[in-house]
């Protein structure tokens, strides 16, 4: 595993109606790491629960230094807030296995935004 700090862009509630579960205490953290990760769409993301202050739901990748974390409940992250982030090579055996705190990543392409 590898540690990297990411800067928060932005913390902002999600629209509860685009969701599935339609809940309406989810939260959207945005942030950008401080380096490109090589294998950014298969890579496995470790955070630190004391940073982020409330519950993970999930997290994706958009770029290759760029990640969302969807989380239930507001987190006190603002802008240009750093956290920590550990990553490493997601296994075949935990990708059907999640953690709160340890996330196998999704990514989510433009292509697939505008379907």
């Known amino acids: 595993m590898k540690r990297v700090e990411a800067k928060i862009q932005e913390n902002r509630k999600e629209d509860s109606l ?20 090589v294998d950014w769409e298969t890579v496995r993301l470790n955070f ?35 956290i920590h982030v550990e990553f490493g090579s997601r296994t075949r055996a935990e990708g059907s296995r999640r953690a709160s705190a340890s996330l196998p990543v999704a990514t989510a392409r433009p292509d697939d935004l505008l379907s």
Do not use: Q, Y
């Open 18 to 37: 685009s969701e599935p579960d339609k809940d309406p205490n989810t939260w959207l953290i945005e942030a950008k790491l401080d380096e490109d990760i």
């Open 48 to 82: 630190r629960f004391d940073e982020i202050e409330a519950g993970i739901v999930e997290g994706s990748m958009a770029e290759p230094n760029r990640f969302t974390v969807r989380t239930h409940g507001e987190s006190p992250l603002k802008r240009g807030d750093v």
